[in-house]
């Protein structure tokens, strides 16, 4: 593969753009106007010079990246010459199954067609197109070039060639790949993230804990690199909502999106980008006291992603070794879902969900059955020799 072809360039696939140029591909950017397509250039040319200033870098490789990048509007021409097309527009899928139809009857047929969707069906882009099982899903993470997981999704049809010509790529862009084996809403990590996120929501909207509270905890005790309510204000709260209500429409009740984002989105409050969301951000970063940490039980959220993290096993999604890579490179967390359960013991992590189902009688609580198994079986973690994984 020499020639790719990136659809859409904006935060994201202005990052991917400039990944692939920096690994030697030809790479045409396509958006809907010069005018994006201009910032979109310009804000590759302005990271390069970070990555030179940084001495990441030496200038002849950014010059030459720039130098292999070209814009052009016409979708059609644009994938004409492409080995790989990747897919970065709006996340709406009628957008994009139209655009999967018009980058088939486009490109060469031995062209890749990927999507970089983060909740969206694989398969129902696939099923555009006369090429199904060379359509797969390449998930990147905000920044690309900054960020090491590549997220490799199945669609339905899509072929074995396909998934290892992407690990193949995904490698040589100096990335670590991990291959979702099914084409589940959320992937492996927005699974299991979202898992965590609407836990910290639902604790704060039933009044037991403030979100500086949950926050603090999340930090200073649970050890993640943000609070749940600063990461989902970094994120976008308007990202957030539409991705909780995609993952609702999958998962039902075991994934409902949370109304504290209805109202912040509805008052025009995205968090960092506007400057408000659920912290004030025209103060500068939020300030979370250490002090506060103590008031929240983040037992709750190692309960809730292990719950998320056997379903993902029990559904033959992923192995656990995959989920933990996935998490740890995807957001940061100190350890994976799998060891960390393993280390804490899935016999309290299960007692936890029980307790919490009870309480609330909520189905995102109801165990997985794949934790009532291995519990049943004395496989209840690192010190039993087996949880998750095998030891010893
Ligand atoms: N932002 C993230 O953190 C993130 C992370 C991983 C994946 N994603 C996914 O990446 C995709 C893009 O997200 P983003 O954050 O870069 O969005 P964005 O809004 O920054 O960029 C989308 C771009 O698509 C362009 N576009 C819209 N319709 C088009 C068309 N018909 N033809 C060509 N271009 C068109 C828009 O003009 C815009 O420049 C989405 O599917 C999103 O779910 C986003």
Sequence with gaps: ??????????????????????AGFQVTLVDINEEVLKKAYESIQWSLGKFVEKRRIPEEDAKAAMERIT????????????????????ENIDLKKRLFKQMDEA?????????NTSSLSITEMADQTKRPGKVVGLHFFNPPVLMALVEIVRGD????????????????LGKTPVVVRKDVRGFIVNRVLGAVMNEAFSVVEKGEATMEEVDAAVKYKAGFPLGAFELADMIGLDVMYEVGKIMEAAYGD????????????AEGNLGQKTGKGFYNWKVGRPRISFRLA?????????????????????????EPQDIDTAMKLGT???????????????????GKLKELHE??????????????????????GKGAGRGFYTYG
């Design 254 to 265: 075991v994934a409902k999106a949370s109304p504290l984002l209805e109202s912040l989105v």
């Design 107 to 115: 490109a060469p047929a031995h062209a890749i067609l990927a999507s």
């Design 332 to 350: 940061g967390w100190p350890q994976g879902p799998c060891e960390q359960a393993d280390k804490l013991g899935l016999d309290g992590l299960l």
């Design 71 to 90: 814009t052009n509007v016409n979708l059609k021409e644009a994938v004409s010459t492409a080995d790989l097309v990747v897919e970065a527009v709006t």
């Design 157 to 172: 049809r899509t072929s074995d060639e396909t998934v290892e010509a992407m690990l193949e790529l995904v490698k040589k």
């Design 1 to 22: 593969m020499e020639r790719a072809t990136i659809i859409g360039a904006g935060t994201m696939g202005h990052g991917i753009g400039e990944l692939l140029a920096l």
């Design 294 to 318: 103590g008031k929240f039980d983040v037992q709750r959220l190692y309960a809730v992603a292990t719950n998320e993290t056997a379903r993902l096993i029990h559904d033959d999604v992923a």
């Design 359 to 380: 309480r609330y009688g909520e189905e995102v609580y109801r165990p997985s059955p794949l934790l009532e198994e291995y519990v049943g079986k004395g496989w209840t």
